[in-house]
């Protein structure tokens, strides 16, 4: 006759005195822990929670101005919407540009003529394969970064004006409110083969608030720029002064 055993599960996490012993004698792996549940935690709605200035921080435009009527009783905190709301546009609108935006001669009209009239155009004609051209646009690389709200475009000197003599570029044309403000052909009123973007920027700014950072406009923002130069060139003069005492000393 057949041998049959009959295994007995109990409850999970229960244990018989005889599964005790085999577990001392090693005979069973060890009992496993019994099942809890985590402990309950209500869920926190977050329109609920108190607003903070930190929290304001962190919202985006649209979402600070569905904010407007749940902030009538803070004083503090919808004066503080109003003005981190405000901040987020400013810096929208100044960062609408800030690099230097190819086009051709069928982009010009709507590119450059037909700019905004509150914004300066920087038209760069060019070259490739001459030198002098490609140490310009590295300048106006670094100042179309600087001065977001400035519109930087460049366009071969050809496709701008037919027939443009090569030995004519770079050139520079400064345009505002449809019309031609400035001209810079080749190097020379930016310090010749020297120039750096801190001489191109005086150059420009010399006598219009050419260049725009967007945190200010008209004669402060040509103010800035000149600044912004002056303290950009001692920077440079006490970094190289550094660089030389560096090189003394290791000799």
């Known amino acids: 006759m057949a041998d049959y055993h009959f295994v007995y599960k109990d409850v999970e996490g229960a244990s018989t005195e005889w599964d005790d012993i085999q577990r001392r004698l090693g005979n069973l792996p060890p009992k496993p822990e019994p099942f809890k549940p985590p402990a309950y935690a209500p869920k926190v709605d977050a329109d609920e ?18 904010l407007e009527d749940d902030l009538d009783d803070d004083r503090f905190l919808e004066q503080y919407r109003r003005m981190r709301l405000a901040e987020l546009r400013e810096a929208a609108k100044a960062a609408k540009f800030g690099s230097i935006v190819p086009i051709t001669g069928s982009d010009f009209v709507r590119e450059v003529s037909q700019a905004p009239s ?82 191109v920027a005086l150059a420009l700014c010399q006598s219009e608030p ?9 004669d402060s923002s040509r103010d800035n720029v000149i600044e912004g130069v002056r303290r ?18 290791s000799d």
């Open 49 to 66: 929670q108190p607003k903070s200035k930190e929290w304001l921080d962190a919202r985006e435009p649209d979402e600070l101005e569905d």
């Open 118 to 199: 509150d914004v300066w155009v920087v038209v760069f004609l060019y070259k490739e394969g001459i030198p002098e051209c490609g140490l310009l646009q590295t300048c106006l690389d670094e100042l179309a970064t600087r001065y977001p709200a400035t519109k930087f475009v460049k366009i071969i000197s050809t496709d701008c004006i037919p027939n443009y003599p090569d030995r004519n570029v770079p050139t520079i044309l400064v345009y505002n409110n449809s019309a031609v403000k400035g001209t810079y052909v080749g190097l020379q009123k930016f310090g010749g083969k020297r120039c750096t973007p801190e001489s």
């Open 210 to 218: 050419v260049l725009n950072d967007g945190q200010s406009g008209g």
């Open 232 to 249: 950009k060139f001692i920077e440079k003069v006490v970094a190289q002064h550094e660089e030389r005492e560096e090189d003394d000393d």
